[in-house]
């Protein structure tokens, strides 16, 4: 049952990506960019506002309960779960003012050690509000499972 769940997409999500949740995420992860932060320094560089970090999408998408969806469709005990990784690829850039939309597909379930860890891979697609990709983010959750 849980092969069925590959290529499941689920429905979107939409976040306004503003001014001061991406300072605040910025100066949380550490960033040092000043375009993440000063509105002058950002048009300095070119940008059209402030910066988003790369990783900024992961926690919008969590605000939507994105990595539970899965779990529950797996009937994951969230006990049993960890965060395995998480990597991005970015096309284009996310700005403040950015309205971007994410859709999670799962890309693979596996099992390790047995059955005892079941892996579950996601693929979230991110795009802004002109439809322009602007970055992919692929997730994997390690749930640990009981054996009988």
Not at 30 to 51: I, Q, W
Not at 60 to 83: E, P
Not at 84 to 105: H, K, L, M, N, P
Not at 122 to 141: F, G, K, L, S, Y
């Amino acid at each position: 049952m849980r092969e069925e769940l590959i290529g499941k997409r689920y429905e979107p999500f939409t976040a306004q990506v503003d001014k001061w949740r991406l300072r605040f995420f910025a100066r949380t992860i550490g960033e040092t960019n000043p375009a993440c932060f000063d509105e002058v320094a950002a048009h300095k560089a070119g940008y059209r506002s402030l910066l988003a970090p790369l990783t900024l999408p992961f926690s919008l998408a969590m605000d939507f309960d994105q990595s539970l969806l899965v779990l529950k469709d797996l009937g994951a005990d969230l006990t049993r779960t960890v965060h395995g990784e998480q990597s991005f690829t970015r096309f284009a850039e996310i700005f403040a003012g950015d309205v971007i939309t994410g859709q999670q597909e799962i890309t693979d379930i596996f099992e390790k050690k047995g059955g005892a860890l079941l892996f579950a891979v996601t693929r979230t697609r991110i795009d802004n509000q002109i439809e322009e990709h602007v970055c992919d983010m692929d997730t994997t959750i390690v749930i640990r499972q009981q054996l009988s």
